[in-house]
């Protein structure tokens, strides 16, 4: 049996509302941003803020279709959805249109459609769906590798469109999985590759080494708690380490420093692994397994830094870690933007009065950087503003998402709240010089159809699910 309810009466009238205040506030912006004093009317369809307002208008039809579409149609199609997206993802590789040396695009009249930002949505049903599925656990190894083939299959077909930014975006939906109960080995494991990531660019191997055995030992404390383990695998430890360096010195053997901090880790290792099996110590050798991959990991960084990225992405990258200054070349957009942030100072300089907005220092103003008109026009009061109603607007998905009696529904609400919130904070970041510049869209602010459509789409099947989530599912 099913309980019908009526669906508009219990619609989320705040989400709708702070929704409806979001895309204001981004047409508003938008119109600043690329503001000509010969097309002064906001609702001028040859400029961008008019074919907004076209995509704003679609996108609130599009948003009443989701609400009128049954509950059911989003869990029995789940994958369905995700199989078409992934079509469509190879399809553009081969037919779609190329713009800034990124070939994401269908090209319809005039008019561009962006099938990886609709991909995202779909893995998020897919993930969803897989999840709520009865006596499916999610720490196997057959649900590992069923995730990870749901989320790096869009992530890998994106990338190989040459857009590094939307497939970075896929990875956010660990977050997901944690929430619905992922290991937290995985968890941590994801986190260290991502500092090994960073350190092997900015570090001598040995140092993260060092730095990699270090964190082995606070995860083996922590995880067990008893200082009696850690300590005895420390002590085996600086004891190879002493009798490695004296074969090298007696013997002038010639090992540098390197070579007798890796000999000694395997040596140690071994002697720490007999021991464990013997006293059952829990996790060691899992643990040793990460720290060897860490290192091997680490010798790999190089190889896909040099050859998987794009020269103005190793740049960018290198930019933001201190590594490489190139203020006319891609700092260029972000030192602009920072101007123009800081330059508004506490309240702004006022409506249409940027100076760095007026005339055109800062490319992308309207699509990637809008938050840098925002920060030069509002000021400080203005970008409070704006990241003060993002956050209620997470805020209130994490309750409704929490509310709900569907595994379904509470699984696909996490995905939409990690969606957004990578998408604000990387945003976010980029203006203001904190994350390199992956050219992510702004929810809701950033000019284009494709992504206001695929942020309301996104939003507004949750919020249908919301609306029905005291109906008795079969």
């Given at each position: 049996?099913?309980?019908?309810?009526?669906?508009?009466?219990?619609?989320?009238?705040?989400?709708?509302?702070?929704?409806?205040?979001?895309?204001?506030?981004g047409w508003v912006n938008i119109y600043a941003a690329v503001y000509?004093?010969?097309?002064?009317?906001?609702?001028?369809?040859?400029?961008?803020?008019?074919k907004q307002i076209i995509w704003i208008c679609s996108a609130i039809?599009?948003?009443?279709?989701?609400?009128?579409?049954?509950?059911?149609?989003?869990?029995?199609?789940?994958?369905?959805?995700?199989?078409?997206?992934?079509?469509?993802?190879?399809?553009?590789?081969?037919?779609?249109?190329?713009?800034?040396?990124?070939?994401?695009?269908?090209?319809?009249?005039?008019?561009?459609?962006?099938?990886?930002?609709?991909?995202?949505?779909?893995?998020?049903?897919?993930?969803?769906?897989?999840?709520?599925?009865?006596?499916?656990q999610i720490n196997t190894f057959?649900?590992?590798?069923?995730?990870?083939?749901?989320?790096?299959?869009p992530a890998l077909l994106t990338f190989i469109q040459n857009d590094t930014g939307s497939a970075l975006v896929y990875f956010v939906f660990i977050l997901v999985l944690f929430r619905e109960g992922l290991s937290t080995e995985i968890l941590l494991l994801g986190i260290v590759m991502v500092i090994l990531f960073v350190l092997a660019l900015i570090l001598e191997k040995l140092t993260i080494i060092l730095l990699s055995i270090g964190l082995i030992f606070i995860i083996f404390t922590f995880i067990h708690r008893n200082l009696k383990h850690s300590g005895a695998a420390l002590f085996i430890l600086i004891l190879s380490v002493l009798i490695t360096f004296g074969i090298n010195h007696i013997f002038e053997i010639g090992l540098?420093?390197?070579?007798?901090?890796?000999?000694?880790?395997?040596?140690?290792?071994?002697?720490?692994?007999?021991?464990?099996?013997?006293?059952?110590?829990?996790?060691?050798?899992?643990?040793?397994?990460?720290?060897?991959?860490?290192?091997?990991?680490?010798?790999?960084?190089?190889?896909?830094?040099?050859?998987?990225?794009?020269?103005?992405?190793?740049k960018r990258i290198n930019v933001v870690l201190g590594l490489e200054s190139d203020p006319f070349g891609v700092e260029y957009n972000v030192n602009q933007s920072k101007i123009a942030i800081g330059s508004g100072g506490f309240s702004g300089k006022g409506f249409l009065r940027?100076?760095?907005?007026?005339?055109?220092?800062?490319?992308e103003q309207s699509t990637d950087f809008i938050f840098c008109t925002i920060g030069e026009e509002w000021g400080f009061l203005g970008t409070f503003t704006i990241i003060t109603l993002f956050v209620i607007l997470l805020?209130?998905?994490?309750?409704?998402?929490?509310?709900?009696?569907?595994?379904?529904?509470?699984?696909?609400?996490?995905?939409?709240?990690?969606?957004?919130?990578?998408?604000?904070?990387?945003?976010?970041?980029?203006?203001?010089g904190l994350v390199p510049v992956i050219g992510i869209p702004l929810p809701f602010f950033s000019y284009g159809g494709s992504s206001l459509w695929a942020f309301t789409i996104l939003l507004f099947i949750f919020l249908r699910l919301d609306a029905s989530r005291l109906e008795m599912l079969s």
């Amino acid at each position: 049996m099913r309980r019908r309810i009526n669906i508009w009466a219990s619609i989320d009238w705040l989400t709708v509302a702070l929704y409806l205040l979001l895309v204001f506030l981004g047409w508003v912006n938008i119109y600043a941003a690329v503001y000509n004093e010969e097309h002064q009317s906001i609702f001028d369809f040859s400029m961008r803020y008019g074919k907004q307002i076209i995509w704003i208008c679609s996108a609130i039809v599009i948003a009443f279709l989701v609400f009128i579409v049954d509950i059911n149609f989003y869990s029995y199609f789940a994958y369905a959805i995700y199989g078409l997206m992934i079509l469509l993802l190879i399809l553009v590789l081969f037919f779609g249109v190329e713009v800034n040396a990124t070939r994401s695009w269908f090209q319809l009249g005039s008019f561009r459609i962006q099938p990886s930002e609709f991909a995202k949505i779909a893995t998020a049903l897919a993930i969803a769906r897989y999840l709520s599925t009865y006596n499916v656990q999610i720490n196997t190894f057959k649900s590992y590798w069923r995730l990870a083939a749901l989320i790096l299959i869009p992530a890998l077909l994106t990338f190989i469109q040459n857009d590094t930014g939307s497939a970075l975006v896929y990875f956010v939906f660990i977050l997901v999985l944690f929430r619905e109960g992922l290991s937290t080995e995985i968890l941590l494991l994801g986190i260290v590759m991502v500092i090994l990531f960073v350190l092997a660019l900015i570090l001598e191997k040995l140092t993260i080494i060092l730095l990699s055995i270090g964190l082995i030992f606070i995860i083996f404390t922590f995880i067990h708690r008893n200082l009696k383990h850690s300590g005895a695998a420390l002590f085996i430890l600086i004891l190879s380490v002493l009798i490695t360096f004296g074969i090298n010195h007696i013997f002038e053997i010639g090992l540098s420093y390197y070579y007798i901090i890796l000999i000694s880790l395997g040596l140690s290792s071994l002697v720490y692994t007999i021991l464990a099996l013997r006293y059952r110590i829990k996790h060691v050798i899992m643990l040793l397994i990460i720290l060897f991959g860490s290192i091997l990991f680490t010798y790999s960084v190089d190889f896909v830094f040099d050859n998987f990225l794009e020269p103005h992405q190793q740049k960018r990258i290198n930019v933001v870690l201190g590594l490489e200054s190139d203020p006319f070349g891609v700092e260029y957009n972000v030192n602009q933007s920072k101007i123009a942030i800081g330059s508004g100072g506490f309240s702004g300089k006022g409506f249409l009065r940027g100076t760095q907005t007026k005339y055109d220092f800062v490319p992308e103003q309207s699509t990637d950087f809008i938050f840098c008109t925002i920060g030069e026009e509002w000021g400080f009061l203005g970008t409070f503003t704006i990241i003060t109603l993002f956050v209620i607007l997470l805020l209130r998905l994490i309750y409704l998402a929490e509310r709900q009696r569907s595994s379904f529904s509470r699984i696909y609400g996490y995905g939409v709240i990690s969606l957004l919130f990578f998408h604000i904070a990387v945003n976010i970041g980029m203006t203001i010089g904190l994350v390199p510049v992956i050219g992510i869209p702004l929810p809701f602010f950033s000019y284009g159809g494709s992504s206001l459509w695929a942020f309301t789409i996104l939003l507004f099947i949750f919020l249908r699910l919301d609306a029905s989530r005291l109906e008795m599912l079969s």
